[in-house]
């Protein structure tokens, strides 16, 4: 009897905790489970979801619409040379295990980040420092090798987070940072669980508790999202779900845009003749991509170039679908019985987009060879190994065009003109001038047709309607919970 | 029983002909895909529907069953090949080390969680149908040298063994003359039942993306694609789940129906 | 059942007919046992002896069909349901079966399956039970053998006397023993039937011992039923029935267990097969001991003695199919051994025990009987030969193209001969080659040998346990005991004038119809 | 018996040396590097080479090999490569999940396949028999990775009864803990349960045709009680060996299903190592489903003894 009583009275609390944790905590679903918890550390996305904004902070800081707004430094100033920045370190900020911030932890961030045995895997960020140094507690000076325009957007980057030389050690597993949430828990292969920092510097965020879970399975999470397992899904990996979801007035889905150019990559050492390159890209029906793989999210693109940036041209026409002029160019190359491998890396945009694709061709008369793979083996084969012909991967770094400038970049793109484009770019800093050579640089890769442009990743979110705060966009891969609340219910 | 042996004939019978006419002709081009038509309800031009890639759902069955079919006989037949000799010559002698090696190399193989050691085959020589043959194959090495051996074992206690003997036969002859053709029958269960769990294994690995790969169809890869569609169109989950229940179904019930039928001690009136 | 009159028989079969699947098995069997009184049951196998007494058991297949009634005291237990006849299983009717090696649960105890008799049906206490099987062990002689013990643990004759033990352990007034003695040793069995007939004695029992063996009902029961193709073809009082022997199928059984006493061979040729001192040893077991024997041409030469004795392993190693470890074999001055060259193998051939394990169940019988071609290499005419050798035991030509499962156990047992002739060996080597087979078709087969040893000069190497046999078919005769010959001689004077006491115990163990209830209607039989 | 068990252990160690051999030597073929794999697409040359370094990934295979192996043996199972936690710590995080899971399934399976196996046996050849045949057959056809589908879609998307997966951890108590468990474990249990039920039933069949069943039935005893006091013991013996069988089966299927709920469980542990390359993850548990199926093959024999009474003397 007692035990009966015991037992309905810890269900009553269990319950009423569960009630009044909704209001003020959330679990954020997420497709990849990082692999640590130092954005230093390593380059996969899945550790910026879990910790950029929320855990740690750089001296600069994306805003939702992808501006660079003030972070950890209040101000900064450059020298009329552009070599020199000087960062106005905010006060009274506090270190998750209470020491404080100061302009020695800047230093020793950025020095670690660029030092020779460094593994952050960003380093080409660092790469312009010529030296850092503290000029007093709350100052911070960079001298840079040349100047460099972007070098604000540069400190914004998850891997450019300030750590603390006492902690900076255990980060991978036991991250302490400033932000306004401080670790509490990870059980490893199901969830990190965070906790409202009550010492932060900034406004106090509405939540006092965060869980990211991590649910790989797109049917799982489906799953979870309906049985209320995960009040967020931001990046939902099941496009194909999101019309039951918005039918469902429980929930509300968020489509907003990425910066992952999803591209047809083409291994221009191995497709040498531009007019098979030119036939693959108008073998493609890009809308029927977007259709059966994204099940209608994303926009179409022609060439390596986000939609949403002010600078983007609409090439989409130069590569039409058109599979009579495709069949002409490959006679007209001489190659009529082309077999060309496809790697495929596991998202459901290259596995599915992939088969779709493969059809396509096969259409024009190309043969493919898929094959599945997992991102290391993708990674060693394909982006290091440059084995492969075609392959379908989103580029998601923000401005990345410059890749094209690399010809040892695993498409192998060798094109001095271009290289020197991208070179003048670096050292121009008037917006007009810049406008007219990102341009420039946009028709050029469309004209050489370097790969296959296909669409604009999408980032389609699923949230339960009462949250509100919740990023729309990605300008980087993060889930700032800064700014999220429940709205109270009716 | 005689009853599960019609009725598991009749449903291997339809798959393995459906698999067979799919050699030769498809209601519809399944590596043609028709974005637009996806997701079609069942109608008069596609008795089915069609799928998220708008190919004819008769067609993918029909060519999923060619796979499954030709991934788990094949995988069988390398289990009769290589493990049915072993078995013989593990019976044929019996108690030595030959027969202790070989019993011990089976244990070793059984050891292995048979769906890791196929992820792993697969993860290192890649995805594919040939590989996830060769992953359910060695499975089943061990099984058909168990079973061969089993079934070896009392028929070399008899007589007629001793009268070859006498008439001069090595092992290897009788094995061959006498032994096999008198473990034929269990060989024969044995490989229906092997049969139907390489149809279920080959949909598990394509299920978790590592069998046969596109554009060949697989049931187990049509179920991993369908599965994020199951609440809004069951069918697509539905349908080819279902063609992996029969044709197992059908395939056990055949093989129950058989060991009845080919096993003499059942054929007596039972207490 | 107080109530019911006086009821001179306790067990009462009043019309039983059995039909199992449309099939009829028994056909208006009547017969009676007194309190007390001994029945014996006879007849070949498939006459329907054990059905019977499943039917009056009431554990019949559930597929079948019975007519009839079974009274036991007078209260019919074909209508009684199944309840009941729980409670009077074990309690009022004990059985005992065949086959002692597999009637016990292999993993209960002894004093275990014992005492499950007594606690099913009486409230006794687990040590009540205990007591009441140790009494139980100790009357049917396993005084020495703890309650303790596990059935692998004891020999054929303990575990039958277990059996025996469970059946008897509430007294029941009937005890149905179930060919109780033949899968057991002569001698054991000897001691097995004297715990029977002391059993019922002593306890007041009746006993229906069913059983094939005219000799074990001659020296055991006090009535006795011939049985044949499911009906009752005579019945009487033993010395009554002996005497008279009015039905023919009695007769044709009695002559055909009493075979002939063998003519000596008038000339004896040369040595064919010879041993000297051979041994063989498994570990410690000394399975063949110092044998030495010759056999000459056209002679035969029996082998006797018990299971375990090393008759089996004595075979293998003549046939060169084990090494002797120690002494040497000879075929036609060939040493025998695995390594012989095949061709020399050619001149000795063997027939097993089994007509059923000795041919594979899918080849033709004229491939089966080609088989030892392989030591010569096959002949050209060989189909000729398989047929003149399939004539020569006496089978048809058309059999050839046949599967061994379309013979009866006799006929194949001359397919095995057929086998065995078709290299023109100079010695077979019978292993119990008759034992498994019903006495007038052993009758037929024996009748085969003698005349293919005439006409073809043939030696034999006899082995079995059945003494009859070897009397009828042997010149000579060595009997074997833990892998010795303890005594060697020519068979009639070894029968009548045994010098070892082994021979003289196995000799007498031999259960006998009493010479004098059979003037007049066999010409022969010993002792 | 002592002697017979050593050789037995000393087969079973040979067994282990000759996986941890094949299991090594497999992985060092797998393709991708694990190094490139945790630094992403912009990461330089020398920082994979200082990471393949600092991992441990450098060096000649049999010295590898010794050192992973002699650091099992003293419960080192090594340092996983994404996590950067000892692996040890990373198996007993999850054992605590794969290991209720797997002896959950195998209780269910135990539970509901007895019983059945036992009605079907005992009414052969009845309406009960065909049915609980016809189900089992339906049971063992069914993949369990769309049974546990067709479960969350019926009982935690329809009618919400249970969560559609995840695992609350043991900290949350024992009850939201089971139940996460127990989709899974239906999932995992339905069809062993089946294969079970088939084995127990013609094992009892099987037994129920020996003498020593007819001795018991002379004796007095009823035919229920036949079957439960002489026939279950013999009939256990088969069902033991398949019951060793299926810790590999569920050991196996556990991978599949803790997938479908994305349980955090061992099978997920190298699920997720394989794909991203945490080969020593992948190493080190594989190890341990090996050992702990060649070590409940050892149960399985020693269980025999004792359920056999013919094996234990010798």
């Not at chain 3, 040369?270 to 063949?288: N, S």
């Not at chain 3, 003289?504 to 004098?516: D, F, K, Q, Y």
């Amino acid at each position: 009897m007692t035990q009966t009583l015991k037992m309905s009275v810890a269900a009553f609390a269990l319950m009423a905790s569960g009630a009044w944790a909704a209001q003020d905590s959330i679990i954020i679903g997420m497709q990849l489970e990082p692999p640590n918890l130092d954005p230093t550390g390593g380059a996969a996305a899945a550790i910026d979801e879990v910790t950029y904004a929320n855990l740690f902070e750089g001296l600069t800081r994306f805003a939702s619409d992808g501006a660079v707004v003030p972070g950890l430094a209040q101000s900064w100033s450059v020298s009329e040379d552009g070599l020199t920045w000087t960062f106005d370190l905010r006060p009274g900020v506090i270190f998750h295990d209470g020491t404080a911030m100061d302009s020695a932890d800047v230093v020793f961030s950025l020095n670690r980040a660029r030092a020779e045995d460094s593994t952050n895997a960003q380093k080409a960020l660092f790469a312009g420092i010529a030296d850092v140094s503290a000029p007093d507690a709350s100052t911070v000076v960079i001298t840079l090798d040349a100047p460099n325009g972007n070098f604000a957007f540069n400190m914004a980057w998850g891997d450019a987070v300030i750590v603390a030389p006492e902690s900076v050690a255990t980060n991978a597993t036991q991250p302490v940072g400033t932000g306004p949430f401080r670790f509490v828990e990870w059980a490893k292969g199901d969830s990190v669980t965070l906790e409202r920092f009550d010492a932060y510097w900034g406004a106090a965020p509405a939540l006092t508790r965060a869980t990211f879970k991590f649910i790989s399975d797109p049917n799982a999470a489906f799953a979870a999202m309906m049985a209320g397992d995960v009040n967020a899904f931001p990046v939902f990996p099941a496009p194909e779900t999101l019309a039951n979801f918005d039918a469902d007035p429980r929930f509300s889905v968020i489509v907003g845009s990425t910066e992952g150019e999803t591209i047809l990559a083409m291994n221009n050492a191995n497709l040498t003749d531009v007019r098979v390159r030119k036939a693959i890209s108008h073998a493609i029906d890009r809308q029927a991509i977007i259709d059966g793989a994204m099940f209608g999210y994303g926009t179409p693109i022609g060439t390596h170039f986000a939609p949403h940036n002010p600078d983007y041209v609409d090439l989409t026409g130069g590569s039409a679908h058109d599979p009579d002029m495709a069949r002409a160019l490959l006679a007209e190359a001489g190659a009529t019985d082309l077999r060309l491998s496809m790697a495929l890396p596991p998202p459901s945009y290259a596995r599915r987009g992939g088969e779709i694709i493969a059809s396509q061709l096969r259409a024009v008369g190309i043969a493919t060879d898929i094959t599945n793979m997992e991102w290391a083996q993708w990674l060693e084969q394909v982006f290091r190994g440059k084995d492969f012909d075609l392959t379908i991967v989103s580029h998601t770094e923000p401005a990345d065009i410059n890749i094209y400038a690399r010809p040892d970049y695993y498409f192998q793109y060798d094109n001095a003109g271009f290289q020197a484009l991208i070179e003048t770019l670096g050292i121009t800093a008037d917006p007009d001038t810049r406008t007219t050579l990102l341009q420039d640089a946009q028709k050029m890769i469309a004209a050489d047709y370097v790969n296959g442009y296909l669409f604009q990743l999408a980032k389609t979110g699923v949230a339960d309607s009462r949250i509100e705060g919740l990023w729309q966009n990605a300008p980087t891969q993060a889930n700032d919970l800064t700014g999220v609340s429940w709205r109270a219910g009716p | 029983m005689r009853v599960s042996l019609v009725i598991g004939a009749m449903l291997s019978a339809v798959f393995v002909s459906l698999a067979a006419v799919s050699l030769l002709w498809l209601p519809y081009d399944i590596t043609v895909l028709d974005i637009a038509g996806r997701l079609h309800p069942p109608s008069a031009s596609h008795w089915l529907g069609t799928d998220h890639f708008g190919r004819d759902m008769v067609a993918m069955l029909m060519a999923g069953a060619r796979t499954s079919i030709a991934v788990a006989l094949v995988a069988v037949g390398i289990g009769i090949v290589f493990g049915v000799p072993l078995g013989l010559v593990a019976a044929a002698y019996r108690g030595t080390w030959l027969d202790e090696a070989i019993m011990r190399g089976n244990d070793l193989v059984f050891a292995f969680p048979s769906l890791v050691i196929a992820i792993l085959i697969t993860a290192v020589f890649g995805a594919s149908a040939v590989n996830a043959i060769l992953a359910i194959g060695i499975f089943n090495i061990p099984v058909f040298a168990r079973v061969a051996r089993g079934g070896a074992l009392p028929l070399w206690t008899l007589d007629y063994i001793l009268a070859a003997r006498v008439a001069g036969k090595g092992r290897a002859r009788i094995s061959a003359e006498h032994i096999l053709p008198n473990i034929a029958n269990l060989l024969i269960v044995q490989g229906t039942i092997q049969f139907s769990l390489g149809i279920l294994a080959e949909a598990a690995l394509s299920y978790v993306g590592l069998g046969a790969q596109p554009p060949m169809a697989s049931w187990g890869r049509m179920l991993a694609d369908a599965q994020t569609m199951i609440y809004t169109e069951p069918q697509l989950a539905i349908l080819p789940g279902m063609a992996i229940v029969l044709m197992v179904l059908g395939l056990n019930l055949m093989g129950d129906g058989l060991r009845d039928a080919l096993d003499p001690r059942l054929r007596k009136a039972g207490m | 059942m107080s109530a019911l009159a006086p009821c001179p028989s306790l067990l009462a079969i009043d019309g039983l007919s059995v039909a199992i699947q449309g099939t009829d098995l028994l056909r208006e069997v009547s017969f009676d046992i007194a309190p007390g009184e001994v029945m014996g049951l006879v007849g070949e196998s498939g006459s329907g002896k054990s059905l019977t007494a499943l039917a009056i058991m009431g554990l019949l297949p559930d597929s079948s069909d019975m007519r009839g009634a079974v009274r036991l005291e007078g209260a019919d237990l074909t209508v009684l349901p199944e309840r009941a006849l729980c409670e009077m299983r074990g309690r009022d009717i004990g059985m005992i079966f065949q086959e002692p090696m597999t009637a016990l649960n292999p993993v209960h105890t002894i004093g275990a399956q014992v005492a499950e008799t007594v606690r099913l049906h009486r409230r006794a206490s687990r040590a009540e039970a205990r007591a009441i099987a140790r009494d139980r062990l100790d009357r049917v002689g396993l005084s020495h053998i703890g309650l303790d013990r596990y059935p692998h643990e004891l020999s054929g004759g303990q575990r039958q006397r277990v059996c025996i033990a469970l059946a008897i352990a509430l007294r029941p007034k009937l005890l149905i023993a179930d060919e109780p003695t033949t899968a057991l040793d002569v001698t054991t069995q000897t001691q097995i039937l004297d715990l029977l007939r002391d059993l019922v004695r002593d306890e007041g029992m009746a006993l229906l011992l069913i059983t094939h063996d005219l000799g074990v009902v001659a020296g055991m029961a006090d009535r006795v039923a011939v049985m044949k193709s499911g009906q009752i073809v005579e019945s009487d009082t033993t010395e009554a029935l002996f005497r008279t022997m009015r039905h023919p199928y009695t007769r044709a059984l009695l002559a055909a267990s009493r075979p002939a006493a063998r003519v000596a061979p008038s000339t004896v040729g040369a040595p064919v097969l010879e041993a000297h001192d051979v041994a063989r040893h498994y570990g410690a077991t000394r399975a063949v001991d110092g044998v030495s024997f010759t056999l000459h041409a056209g002679e035969s030469l029996g082998l006797v003695g018990e299971s375990g004795c090393g008759k089996s392993t004595l075979t293998r190693v003549l046939l060169g199919l084990e090494p002797a470890d120690a002494g040497r074999v000879s075929l036609l001055g060939t040493p025998v051994g695995p390594e012989m060259p095949t061709a020399a193998r050619a001149a000795q051939q063997v027939v097993f025990q089994d007509p059923y394990g000795s041919f594979n169940p899918r080849w033709r019988v004229a491939d089966l009987v080609a088989e030892p071609f392989h030591l010569t290499g096959r002949p050209a005419d060989a189909e000729a030969k398989v047929i003149a050798a399939l004539e020569a035991v006496g089978l048809a030509a058309g059999d050839a193209r046949k599967y061994p499962h379309a013979f009866s156990g006799g006929q194949r047992q001359r397919i095995a001969i057929a086998r065995a002739l078709i290299t023109r060996p100079k010695v077979l080597i019978l292993d119990e080659a008759v034992s498994a087979l019903d006495v007038r078709v052993r009758a037929q087969v024996l009748d085969v040998l003698s005349d293919l040893q005439k006409r073809l000069g043939l030696s034999y190497v006899f082995i079995s346990h059945d003494l009859s046999v070897v009397r009828a078919i042997t010149d000579r005769v060595m009997v074997m005991q833990s892998g010795r010959i303890v005594e060697e001689g020519v068979t009639n004077e070894v029968f009548f004038n045994p010098q070892a006491a082994y021979t003289a115990a196995l000799i007498n163990a031999a259960p006998v119809i009493p010479e004098a209830w059979l003037d007049g209607h066999v010409g022969w039989s010993w002792a | 018996m002592i002697r017979a068990l050593g050789r037995r252990a000393l087969s079973l160690l040979l067994a282990l040396i000759a996986a941890s051999v094949v299991i090594f030597v497999m992985l060092q073929a797998v393709p991708g590097d694990p190094a490139a794999f945790m630094l992403g697409m912009n990461a330089s040359e020398d920082a994979v080479a200082a990471l393949r370094a600092e991992l441990g990934l450098e060096g000649p295979l049999v010295v590898r090999y010794l050192a992973w192996i002699s650091g099992m043996l003293g419960g080192d199972f090594g340092t996983s490569y994404t996590y950067r936690v000892p692996v040890a710590e990373l198996v007993s995080e999850r054992i605590v999940v794969s290991a209720p899971l797997a002896v959950m399934a195998l209780v269910l399976s135990t539970v509901i396949a007895i019983p059945v196996g036992l009605i079907a046996a005992a009414r052969r050849g009845g309406v009960a028999d065909w049915g609980i045949m016809g189900g089992t057959q339906l049971g063992i056809a069914v993949p369990n990775f769309w049974f546990a589908m067709i479960l969350v879609l019926v009982f935690a998307v329809k009618l919400r009864w249970v969560s559609a997966g995840g695992f609350p951890g043991w900290d949350a108590g024992l009850w939201p803990g089971v139940r996460a468990l127990l989709l899974p474990a239906i999932a995992l249990a339905l069809p062993q349960a089946s294969i079970l039920a088939r084995v127990l039933r013609s094992a009892l069949l099987d037994t129920l045709d020996q003498d020593y069943i007819r001795t018991a039935r002379a004796k007095g005893l009823s035919r229920r009680a036949t079957v439960v006091r002489h026939a279950l013991r013999n009939a256990m013996i088969p069902v033991l060996t398949i019951l060793g069988l299926q810790f590999s089966f569920l050991l196996a299927g556990a991978i599949i299903i803790e997938n479908v709920f994305f349980l955090p469980g061992l099978g997920r542990l190298i699920f997720q190592g394989i794909t991203q390359r945490d080969l020593i993850v992948v190493q080190s548990v594989t190890m341990l489903l090996v050992f702990a199926v060649i070590l409940v093959t050892f149960l399985v024999d020693l269980a025999y003894t004792f359920a056999d009474p013919r094996l234990r003397r010798r």
